[in-house]
């Protein structure tokens, strides 16, 4: 009795062992590669899946998109300058079957795969263009690794440069340019400005110059503005071209009088002089 007992225990325990060793459970985000006797027989889905003992080996892939940072890599640009350009990747696995049997470590395949790319890429484009045109330089990386991880099963869905460091002497001359160029637009603007102005000051001079009066009228408008400040003294302008004007009539007018008139002989023979021009103080400016 006591061996019939002895004989249950042992094989209740082998197959609990047998089961320990025969389930597999694969995850929602996973897809299993069943190998038997080291020969690849399929694909087993997410789920309580049951394998022989020892026949039997399931491997579990990730089918999840992985994301990748790729290290910072010296890069010397086509117009030979040197810059750190540290990019990230993101990519998943489409066909678990490849990835398992193509390639031994898909992660560490792709890591040194994008670092020899990213290098290549970049040093085919000059300073500026890695700068400005960073969504063609992702494009360009991505494709290239495609190409060449599609043989493994893996797709790669995104690339994209994260950090790209330069030189301090670039950094300066870099800032040195930025701040020339937005000198030169200050001025262009400047001159822009004055151009307009000048042709306003024009088409005013030349409405003043048809109407005297506004001249008149923008002086008592400038008096008015200069009059808020009761502290202040007010000088009325006076037309000048207007004054010089009057003040040369003035002066002919008085050396014209100045002019002695010649004598008139009388009827009886008398002498008569010219009677004295008297200046009306009314004609005097």
């Given at each position: 009795m006591q061996a019939l007992i002895t004989v249950i225990v042992v094989a209740g325990v082998l197959l609990l062992l047998g089961l320990a060793l025969a389930v597999r459970i694969v995850k929602q985000y996973e897809q299993g590669v069943l190998f038997r006797l080291g020969r690849v027989v399929g694909t087993r889905d997410p789920g309580l899946r049951l394998i022989v003992p020892v026949v039997d080996v399931l491997r579990r892939v990730s089918l999840r998109i992985v994301t990748m940072p790729?290290?910072?890599?010296?890069?010397?640009?086509r117009d030979n300058v040197s810059v750190d350009v540290s990019a990230v990747?993101?990519?998943?696995?489409?066909?678990?079957?490849?990835?398992?049997?193509?390639i031994e470590n898909v992660r560490a395949a792709i890591d040194q795969i994008a670092q020899t790319t990213l290098?290549?890429?970049?040093?085919?484009?000059?300073?500026?263009?890695?700068?400005?045109?960073t969504?063609?330089?992702?494009?360009?990386i991505r494709e290239i690794l495609d190409v060449t991880t599609v043989a493994w099963g893996v797709e790669v869905t995104l690339v994209e440069l994260k950090d790209i460091q330069l030189p301090e002497t670039m950094k300066r001359a870099m800032a040195k340019?930025?701040?020339?160029?937005?000198?030169?637009?200050?001025?262009?603007i400047n001159a822009e400005g004055e151009s307009l102005a000048a042709a306003a000051l024009g088409e005013a001079s030349d409405t003043m110059m048809a109407h005297p009066l506004a001249l008149q009228l923008r002086n008592l408008?400038?008096?008015?503005?200069?009059?808020?400040d009761k502290n202040s003294t007010v000088?009325?302008?006076?037309?000048?071209?207007?004054?010089?004007?009057e003040l040369g009539t003035f002066l002919a007018r008085e050396q014209a009088a100045a002019v002695p008139a010649p004598a008139v002989a009388t009827s009886n023979g008398a002498v008569t002089a010219p009677a004295a021009t008297v200046t009306d103080p009314s004609d005097i400016p």
């Open positions: 790729i290290q910072s890599q010296g890069i010397i640009t990747a993101y990519f998943r696995v489409v066909d678990a079957v490849r990835s398992v049997v193509a290098r290549k890429v970049v040093g085919q484009h000059t300073l500026d263009e890695t700068l400005a045109e969504s063609k330089i992702n494009l360009d340019q930025a701040e020339a160029e937005r000198e030169k637009r200050a001025k262009i408008q400038s008096l008015v503005e200069i009059g808020v000088v009325f302008p006076a037309p000048l071209m207007t004054t010089i004007a």
